[in-house]
């Protein structure tokens, strides 16, 4: 979260980073910039969580994946701002290995 954002606001402006790091965001509304990346810019950090159709946005320090609608005005190269629910998805653990991975991603309000 910002410095000076008021924890209890219903969006909260929020940098990828903060988002995958800050336990606090999970299940908070986010306002995100960033450019979005659709197939084949897709950036190597995983499987979608829901869906093939799933897409990423990346402020420069990082990157998730976003399901939800597609921005009719998505382009790696103009910034776009949305807003979005923080999520989070537990997969099982590889074979060999006993930790299970948790990846956080963005449900897409607007």
């Given at each position: 979260m910002?410095?000076g954002?008021?924890?209890s606001?219903?969006?909260?402006?929020?940098?990828?980073?903060?988002?995958?790091?800050?336990?606090d965001?999970?299940?908070?509304?986010?306002?995100?910039t960033?450019?979005?990346?659709?197939?084949?810019?897709?950036?190597?950090i995983?499987?979608?969580?829901?869906?093939?159709?799933?897409?990423?946005?990346?402020?420069?320090?990082?990157?998730?994946?976003?399901?939800?609608?597609?921005p009719?005005?998505?382009?790696?190269?103009e910034?776009?701002?949305?807003?979005a629910?923080?999520?989070?998805?537990t997969?099982?653990s590889?074979?060999?290995?006993?930790?299970?991975?948790t990846?956080r991603?963005l449900i897409?309000?607007r």
């Open positions: 910002n410095a954002q008021d924890p606001s219903d969006t909260v402006d929020a940098t990828i980073a903060e988002i995958v790091a800050s336990p965001l999970l299940g908070r509304k986010v306002r995100v960033g450019r979005c990346l659709d197939v084949p810019y897709l950036r190597p995983g499987p979608p969580p829901r869906t093939r159709r799933d897409w990423q946005i990346t402020d420069g320090g990082g990157a998730i994946y976003v399901t939800g609608s597609f009719g005005r998505c382009s790696a190269n910034p776009l701002t949305i807003v629910k923080v999520a989070e998805v997969r099982p590889l074979k060999g290995s006993q930790v299970d991975r990846s991603y897409r309000i």
